[in-house]
T-cell receptor, first 117, second 117 residues
Framework: AQTVTQSQPEMSVQEAETVTLSCTYDTSESDYYLFWYKQPPSRQMILVIRQEAYKQQNATENRFSVNFQKAAKSFSLKISDSQLGDAAMYFCAYRSAPGGGADGLTFGKGTHLIIQP | GAVVSQHPSRVICKSGTSVKIECRSLDFQATTMFWYRQFPKQSLMLMATSNEGSKATYEQGVEKDKFLINHASLTLSTLTVTSAHPEDSSFYIC?????????????FGPGTRLTVT
């Protein structure tokens, strides 16, 4: 079974600064997808960014980028120019590739991101 | 973008009664839907995978007779918590996979808060 570990229960950053959230995972599969989800106080899950394991290039979405290190099984999220609206719980998640295994997502325990004005 | 709705958003029921939660994909047909449970200040845990027209697949430790899942159409899956007890109180979130978007992204509903008294 796959596991996802987020070792930072809480992170705090000044507005406009950069913050990196850590995520490691364990799997024996070679093809899979990794995701970062944001869960604000409304509890609606919002997809921030996704990465296909077979792609070497790190995914980027505006101020959000990842550092995907497949050999190290590491998938960190960098948020640049932090904004007050970025404050939320952030979950790292793993999914097997289609046909490869479980279809559902395995989540880490989450990191609570606080933005200091 | 793809929208998934859940109803009700909040429900309170007495111990021993059953409660049904609906999950609908509003603008796409979802052959696969997922049910997650989230306890306060914790992560999301996959309960079951629901496939249209077939029996749901439950994760280890989830009682299939207690959490009845029905996926009778391509846009609706229901979760019925039978003989609910206070320990079933939780936040239940569904998601649906849009096969038209490559099939790897899940769209989440807004969640249902269940309180059993």
């Amino acid at each position: 079974a796959q596991t996802v570990t987020q070792s930072q229960p809480e992170m705090s950053v000044q507005e406009a600064e950069t913050v990196t959230l850590s995520c490691t995972y364990d799997t024996s599969e070679s093809d899979y997808y990794l995701f970062w989800y944001k869960q604000p106080p409304s509890r609606q899950m919002i997809l921030v960014i996704r990465q296909e394991a077979y792609k070497q290039q790190n995914a980027t979405e505006n101020r959000f980028s990842v550092n995907f290190q497949k050999a190290a099984k590491s998938f960190s999220l960098k948020i640049s120019d932090s904004q007050l609206g970025d404050a939320a719980m952030y979950f790292c998640a793993y999914r097997s590739a289609p046909g490869g295994g479980a279809d559902g997502l395995t989540f880490g325990k989450g990191t609570h991101l606080i933005i200091q004005p | 973008g793809a929208v998934v709705s859940q109803h009700p958003s909040r429900v309170i029921c007495k111990s021993g009664t059953s409660v049904k939660i609906e999950c609908r994909s509003l603008d796409f047909q979802a052959t696969t839907m997922f049910w997650y449970r989230q306890f306060p200040k914790q992560s999301l845990m996959l309960m079951a995978t629901s496939n249209e027209g077939s029996k749901a697949t439950y994760e280890q430790g989830v009682e299939k007779d207690k959490f009845l899942i029905n996926h009778a159409s391509l846009t609706l899956s229901t979760l019925t918590v039978t003989s609910a007890h206070p320990e079933d109180s939780s936040f239940y979130i569904c998601s649906a996979r849009d096969p038209g978007q490559g099939g790897y992204e899940q769209y989440f509903g807004p969640g249902t808060r269940l309180t059993v008294t």
